[in-house]
């Protein structure tokens, strides 16, 4: 692809003149439309920034895109930007593409158009496309139109070859049309430069005694994890972006065997969880009764969504957390100190869970709402197969049969430092 650098400093750009005319075209007055607007005391002087121009879409970047290294051996960059429409409601636009760009080059890094973003897009509060983990997501639409005031989530998950420099700061250059009246009138925008992340992820041991465990809901598609969006305190955060769940397999590929609706059928139920690193103990939670499998519970109070949990403070600013263990199984309190590889309770089915698991993942906060969710490694495990259908975790006790459909992996074999992909099952 062929650079481009979208800021036009002589005379009105592209944008401003079609931004211009499709919202006057609407019948809506916009600032600074003729070099003539606006003029009186002061006129002709420079008041707008080098390269400033009206944006149909504004954009923020929701955490510090933070590189990480999976299982496949590339570096991933996983992260979201949520968008606005600038325009009138009566007045869509139609996105196009979204290329991520290294901002001191404006090399594109990644980029979705098509079908990948229409299936990575969309409006703030819809639900999540196959959510309910029984039928495949029907395809998105296309062309993404977005209409005017309304708020859209774009997912971004860029996958940087090996060897791949990670840029210093991204940008993000948005092309599509706004769909007035008239006609569209094309659009370029480059909004949103963000620094990615320097602090490098944690690389922790296994929360789990040694075995094979499958790696569900694991970063990096359309899992509940990883679009996970959580309006908490009036903003948006996805607290549980890298989070994994954790579920014991047997050696005939089995996660449960007998009545699916016994707690003790699951090869998970009351397996110990074991600390991933050494650090303080800032929060413990009891008491909480296990879910009976596999109907989905009502959903709880906000404070028990991870059930009977504890959380470890291992780095300034980082907190592991280890949730849905079953009642008085705990094995810690606050204010201990624990090493890694120590018992810290028993893997249960409480909090906002229907099967028995262990739910893992890094946190910045020492609450786990609201909180954001940086990336971690594992120092090393063994990737034994994959899992192609979408199975989410809810849906286990509800297969025909308790064995997954386990398939080889182009990723098998020894890893380190590396984050396990959705639905790998591995060997710790």
């Known amino acids: 692809m062929a650079e481009r650098d979208p800021r036009n400093r002589t005379g009105r750009s592209p944008l401003l003149r079609g931004l211009a005319a499709a919202v006057l075209a609407a019948g809506t007055l916009v600032a600074a439309a003729g070099p003539g607007y606006g003029a009186g005391p002061g006129a002709g002087t420079a008041t707008a920034a080098p390269g400033a121009q009206f944006t149909p879409l504004t954009a923020a970047v929701m955490t510090e895109p933070t590189p990480f290294v999976a299982t496949d051996g590339k570096t991933h960059l996983s992260y979201e930007l949520l968008t606005t429409s600038s325009l009138p409601s009566n007045l869509p636009l139609r996105l196009d593409r979204v290329d991520v760009q290294d901002a001191r080059t404006h090399r594109v890094v990644g980029s979705l158009s098509g079908q990948a973003l229409a299936e990575a897009a969309h409006p703030v509060g819809d639900p999540l496309p196959g959510a309910d983990g029984y039928t495949p997501a029907p395809p998105a639409p296309t062309p993404t139109v977005i209409q005017g005031s309304q708020k859209w989530i774009i997912w971004l998950d860029l996958t ?16 599509g049309a706004i769909l007035a009246p008239s006609g569209p009138s094309a659009f370029e925008e480059t909004v949103q430069a963000t620094r990615t992340g320097r602090t490098p992820p944690l690389n922790l041991g296994s929360p789990v005694r040694p075995g094979t465990w499958y790696a569900s809901e694991s970063c990096c598609g359309n899992t509940h994890h990883r679009r996970g969006l959580g309006p908490i305190n009036g903003r948006f955060y996805v607290p549980q ?9 047997g050696r005939q590929g089995q996660t449960w065997e007998g009545d699916p609706a016994r707690l003790t059928s699951y090869l998970s139920y009351r397996q110990p969880v074991v600390a991933s690193a050494g650090g303080r103990v800032v929060e413990v939670q009891d008491g909480i009764p296990d879910n009976t499998p596999p109907v989905t519970p009502p959903i709880p109070p906000i404070e028990n969504t991870v059930g009977n949990h504890v959380t470890v ?14 009642p008085g199984s705990l094995k810690v309190r606050k204010g201990d100190r624990v090493e890694s590889g120590q018992v810290l309770g028993l893997i249960g089915n409480s909090g906002n869970s229907t099967t028995p698991h262990l739910h893992f993942h890094v946190m910045t906060t020492a609450e786990f709402f609201p909180t954001d969710s940086p990336p971690f490694t594992f120092r090393q495990f063994r990737v034994l197969g994959q899992v192609e259908p979408r199975l989410w975790d809810d849906n286990l006790g509800l297969q025909p049969t308790g064995v997954l459909p386990i398939t080889p992996s182009p990723y098998e074999g020894r890893h380190r430092a590396r984050y396990p992909l959705d639905r790998e099952v591995l060997e710790f």
């Open 160 to 175: 940087l070859d090996r060897g791949q420099r990670v840029p210093k700061v991204l940008e993000h250059h948005l092309s």
């Open 241 to 249: 972006r890298f989070a994994i769940d954790w579920y014991r397999v």
């Open 313 to 326: 403070q291992v780095a300034p600013g980082r907190y592991l957390l280890y949730a849905h263990l079953t």
